[in-house]
């Protein structure tokens, strides 16, 4: 449903623009420049409910390749948590679209709650710390990459990054 509103919406406004075209030109005759707009507009509503879909299904396997890999689970707030290197990680995903591309990201929230006044006294600068839900999470932007190579040497890499910051 949700993908068909999308080329609802799209094909509403391309047509409510051929409306105000017509209204502005009154010389214009028949019905052509609707079944243009139309088409434009059903077109454009297609592309984006299309990426919609794919985003969607993307995240859905990287989720699912990532709790077989890291042997993951659902929290109670239905956010992939994985365990890496006995640091509790939750995921979450962002589709961006910039125009000419497409981007997708990982983003991994490493739980650093216990570390938060080392973090904040060793390395401020360091690591982008966010809170949620009265917990601190170290943010971690990264792509899938390969069967989930890229993003596996992205955490380490960072887990052991704050492992070398407590010291």
Request: net charge positive; hydrophobic share 45%; glycine share 6%.
């Amino acid at each position: 449903m949700k993908y068909f509103k999308i080329i609802f919406i799209w094909t509403s406004l391309a047509v409510m623009a051929s409306l105000i075209i017509k209204w502005a030109n009154p010389e214009m005759k028949g019905n052509g420049i609707y079944i243009l707009f139309a088409g434009i507009g059903l077109i454009i509503g297609l592309v984006y409910a299309l990426l919609s879909y794919f985003s969607a299904h993307s995240k859905e396997k990287i989720f699912k390749e990532a709790i077989k890999m890291y042997n993951g689970k659902k929290n109670i707030y239905s956010e992939t948590e994985l365990a890496i290197l006995r640091r509790s990680v939750i995921l979450d995903y962002k589709f961006e679209q910039t125009g000419r591309s497409v981007a997708e990201y990982i983003i991994a929230q490493i739980d650093v709650t216990d570390l938060i006044q080392i973090l904040l006294k060793n390395c401020p600068h360091q690591f982008e710390i966010e809170q949620k839900r009265s917990k601190y999470y170290a943010v971690i932007y990264s792509s899938w990459g390969y069967k989930g190579v890229d993003f596996k040497t992205r955490v380490k890499q960072k887990i052991q990054e704050l492992n070398a910051c407590k010291n």
